[in-house]
C-alpha cells in the first residue's frame, strides 16, 4: 500500500466502494462479463461454468466494485437471495439468444423482485442481453418486453444489449449503474 | 425453436428412440425410427442405416403356388382356390402379405396382380409394433445402448448397436404392444411385455419366452416403470400399478381416457411422478395414486417426452393432436404436495384388520357346502317358494274378508286408520274415516266393534257415521275398558258397516297394548 493510498483512506475517499451481485441463468455470460472488466493480468482465458460463487474486485470511472459472480445453475440459485441484502446493484444478464429460456429467467426476476431485501429498496438493475452477436438473438427492447421489464415501476433499470465477447456495450452498463451508485451515494448524504 | 431436418418414411412409424450407437468421441446420438419391417437408423441428421426384419418361413404349399404363377402353369381362379384352402389350414397371419393382399383383390385386378409381383421371390416378413432401448454393458446416460423391439410375430429382438446384429430373440404369447425395459443386456435385465390380448409379461436375461406377470382388466396403452412397480394405463379409463411380482398395488379411476403417459423423474426434489394425457385435454401429475398437480393443455396432447432439454434440466415437451408443440419447464421453487390437493382415501382404510384364523368349525362348514350346494340350493328354493305362498294366501284371504283398513273397490272407496289412546285400564279408541274417492259420497255406515267380551268392554258399540263428503276426515271416538285382571291383552276389530249389509267394508285390527293400570295394582 502506498503513501497516496493511506492518505486517501485517511481523507475518506476509499469509501467509495460499491457491491454489487450479478446473477442470470447459467450459460448467459456473467463470468466473462466480469472477466471483461478485471485488468489485463487478472484476466482468465477460458471461462468454465462458476460453482458456488466468485468475488471480484475492478474499478471504473473512480468507483471500486465488489462484484458477486453467482453461479447460474439451478441448484445455485438458491445462493442468490443470501446476498440481496446488502448489495448496492444488481446486474441481471439475459442469454438474449435462448428464447426458450427466457420464460425462465423472468421467473427468476420476478422471485428476485418479490424477495423482502429486495421488495422495498430502490436498488438500480442493470440487465445485459447478451450475446447479441449471434444471428437468432432477440434486440434488447424484445427482451425487456419478455421480461415485462416495462410493469417494473419501483426499481430504476437499464437495458442495453451487449457482447461479453468482445467487450461491446458492457461499458456503456456499467457507466449507467455507475452514476446510479453515485447518485445514491449523494442521494443518501443529504 | 424450428424445425431442423426433414426426413421422410415410406411407411407409417411405429416407434422412434434416440441412443448411443458407438464410444467414439464426440458422443452423437443415433435416433432410430421403426417403421413397417425396418429400422432406419438416422445419425446427424442423415440417413445411416437400415435393418431389416429376418424374413420368416413361408409355407411350402403357398410357395409352390406362386412358383407355378412364375410359370403360368396354373390360372387365376385355382390360385385363389388354393390359397383360399392353404388360408383356411393356417390361418390369415401365416400367409405372406402378396398372397393376404391376393385374397383380397376383385377378381378382374387378379391377372395384373400376378402379373407385376410374379417375378419377385415371395417373402414374408414381419412388422416392428414397439421400439426400446436398453444399456448394453455401462449404466451411464452416454453409454453404448441395444434396440429391443417387439413385432407383429410374437417376438421380442435385442439389436446390437454397431453391427446391428440380433443379440437376443425371445417370444411372448401375444403380440406385443409396449416394452418397458431395466437393467443392462450384458449383466442382467428384465424387459415387461404389455401386450395386445391385455397381459403383461416379464423376459429376463437367459429366458426364452415370456413369463405371465399380470392380466389386466382392458387393454394397455401406457406402461411405465416407477420405482419397483409398474404403472398401466388401461383404456377403460383406469390407472393400475402393479409389484413386479404382479400383485395390484392401487387402481385409479380416472374422468377420461389416457392418450399419452410418461414418468417425471427429479433428481434434485428426489420424486417420481407419472404425468397423463387425457382425451378431455387436461394432464394430470400423479405421485403414487395421489393426484399432485393439473395442468391444462390447449388441445389433446397425443405424446409426452421428460428430460433434460438443452440446459433445462426438467423440461416436459407435448405433442398435440393439432400438431403443435408444447415445451414447460419445470420451476425452481416447485414443490409436489399431495396432501393439500387430494385427501385420499383415509388413513384408516390401509390398516391390515386382524382376521382370526378359520376355525375347523368353518372349514368343515365350507366343505359341508362346498359338497351340498345343489341340495341346500334346492331346499333353500323350496322353502322361498312355501313363503311366497303363504303370503299370497293370506292377501287372498285378506281381500276376501275385507280385512284391510283401506277398501278400494266397490262403491266406496273409504280409509280408516285407528289409534288407542291412554295407558289403560280405561284407553280411548280414536276412528278416523275418509271417503278417497273424488265425487261420490258415502251413507248410511256405521261402525262396530267385535272383542273378546271377557277382556274388553266397548263403551259404544254401535257409532252411526255421518254423511262422508269425499275427500274430509271424519273422527269419533269410543272408551274401551280392559275388564281382564290377568294383566293379557288382545286385539278389538274394528268393522265399518252398510246398514242392512253383512259383509263389512273395511276392518281394523287393533293390537291393545297391556293395561298399565292393571300391572300397577301387581
Known amino acids: 500500500m502506498g503513501l497516496f493510498s493511506k492518505l486517501a483512506s485517511l481523507l475518506g475517499f476509499k469509501r467509495k466502494e460499491a457491491s454489487i451481485l450479478v446473477v442470470g441463468l447459467d450459460n448467459s455470460g456473467k463470468s466473462t462479463i466480469i472477466n471483461h472488466f478485471k485488468s489485463e493480468e487478472d484476466k482468465t482465458i477460458d471461462i468454465v461454468p462458476t460453482v458456488g460463487l466468485n468475488v471480484e474486485k475492478f474499478k471504473v470511472k473512480s468507483l471500486g466494485f465488489i462484484a458477486f459472480d453467482m453461479s447460474g445453475q439451478g441448484r445455485y440459485r438458491n445462493l442468490w437471495e443470501h446476498y440481496y441484502q446488502d448489495v448496492n446493484g444488481i446486474i441481471f444478464v439475459v442469454d438474449s439468444s435462448d428464447s426458450l429460456r427466457i420464460i425462465v429467467a423472468k421467473d427468476e426476476l420476478d422471485m428476485m423482485l418479490q424477495h423482502k431485501d429486495i421488495k422495498d429498496r430502490n436498488i438500480p438493475i442493470l440487465f445485459f442481453a447478451n450475446k447479441m452477436d449471434l444471428r437468432e438473438a432477440l434486440s434488447s427492447v424484445k427482451v425487456s418486453q419478455a421480461l415485462g421489464l416495462d410493469n417494473m415501476k419501483s426499481k430504476s433499470w437499464h437495458i442495453c444489449a451487449s457482447n461479453a465477447l468482445t467487450g461491446e456495450g458492457l461499458q456503456e452498463g456499467v457507466e449507467w449503474i455507475t452514476d446510479q451508485l453515485k447518485y445514491m451515494v449523494e442521494q443518501n448524504k443529504r | ?522
Open chain 2, 1 to 522: 425453436t424450428h424445425l431442423l431436418s426433414e426426413h421422410t418414411v415410406i411407411d407409417l412409424p411405429t416407434g422412434v428412440v434416440a441412443f448411443q450407437m458407438d464410444t467414439c468421441d464426440p458422443k452423437v446420438s443415433a435416433i432410430a425410427v421403426a417403421s413397417g419391417g425396418h429400422i432406419y437408423v438416422y445419425k446427424n441428421m442423415r440417413p445411416f442405416y437400415k435393418f431389416t426384419l429376418p424374413t420368416l418361413n413361408i409355407e411350402p404349399a403357398e410357395l409352390e403356388v406362386w412358383n407355378q404363377a412364375k410359370e403360368d402353369k396354373i390360372d387365376m381362379s385355382s390360385m385363389k382356390e388354393v390359397l383360399e384352402s392353404i388360408r383356411t389350414e393356417v390361418g390369415e397371419s401365416n400367409l405372406s402379405s402378396r398372397s393376404q393382399r391376393f385374397l383380397m383383390l376383385e377378381p378382374e385386378e387378379l391377372e395384373e396382380f400376378v402379373h407385376v409381383h410374379k417375378q419377385f421371390p415371395l417373402k414374408r416378413q414381419t412388422v416392428v409394433t414397439c421400439l426400446s432401448t436398453m444399456k448394453k454393458s455401462m449404466a451411464e446416460d452416454d453409454a453404448v445402448s441395444c434396440l429391443v423391439l417387439g413385432t407383429e410375430n410374437k417376438d421380442v429382438y435385442v439389436l446390437e448397436p454397431d453391427a446391428f446384429t440380433i443379440l437376443a430373440a425371445m417370444t411372448v404369447p401375444s403380440v406385443p404392444a409396449f416394452l418397458n425395459v431395466t437393467g443392462l443386456f450384458d449383466v442382467e435385465y428384465r424387459i415387461i411385455v404389455a401386450c395386445r390380448d391385455g397381459i403383461l409379461y416379464t423376459l429376463k436375461r437367459g429366458f426364452k419366452t415370456g413369463r405371465l406377470c399380470v392380466e389386466l382388466l382392458s387393454q394397455p396403452v401406457g406402461l411405465l416403470r416407477v420405482k419397483n412397480t409398474v404403472v398401466v394405463g388401461c383404456m377403460d379409463q383406469t390407472l393400475s400399478c402393479f409389484s413386479m411380482k404382479g400383485r395390484n398395488l392401487w387402481t385409479i379411476k380416472l374422468e377420461s381416457s389416457i392418450v399419452a403417459m410418461e414418468t417425471i423423474d427429479i433428481t434434485y426434489l428426489g420424486i417420481q411422478l407419472i404425468v397423463i394425457a387425457l382425451s378431455n385435454g387436461l394432464i394430470q401429475l400423479y405421485q403414487d395414486k395421489y393426484l399432485v398437480d393439473v395442468v391444462p393443455a390447449e388441445d389433446v396432447v397425443t405424446g409426452i417426452k421428460f428430460g433434460r432439454y438443452g440446459r433445462e434440466e426438467n423440461t416436459l415437451i407435448m405433442t398435440t393432436r393439432g400438431g403443435g408443440l408444447i415445451i414447460k419447464i419445470l420451476k425452481r421453487t416447485a414443490k409436489f404436495d399431495p396432501k393439500n390437493l387430494t385427501p385420499g382415501p383415509p388413513a384408516a382404510q390401509h390398516m391390515k384388520l386382524s382376521v382370526p384364523k378359520k376355525t375347523k368349525l368353518f372349514v368343515d362348514q365350507t366343505m359341508h357346502e362346498r359338497e351340498n350346494a345343489v341340495r341346500m340350493h334346492r331346499s333353500f328354493q323350496h322353502d322361498l317358494y312355501r313363503l311366497r305362498l303363504n303370503t299370497a294366501r293370506s292377501y287372498v284371504k285378506v281381500l276376501t274378508s275385507s280385512l284391510t283398513p283401506v277398501s278400494t273397490g266397490g262403491s266406496d272407496p273409504l280409509k280408516l286408520s285407528a289409534q288407542i289412546q291412554g295407558l289403560g285400564p280405561v284407553f280411548r279408541l280414536r276412528l278416523e274415516i275418509q271417503n278417497t274417492s273424488t265425487d261420490k259420497p258415502s251413507t248410511n255406515l256405521f261402525f262396530t266393534f267385535h272383542c273378546d267380551v271377557r277382556i274388553y268392554r266397548v263403551d259404544k258399540t254401535f257409532i252411526p257415521i255421518p254423511f262422508l263428503a269425499p275427500g274430509l276426515l271424519y273422527s269419533s271416538a269410543t272408551k274401551v275398558e280392559c275388564v281382564s285382571e290377568l294383566g293379557i291383552s288382545d286385539v278389538i276389530k274394528v268393522f265399518v258397516l252398510r246398514e242392512n249389509e253383512g259383509v263389512p267394508l273395511i276392518t281394523a285390527i287393533i293390537n291393545m297394548p297391556i293395561s298399565e293400570g292393571m300391572m300397577s295394582s301387581y
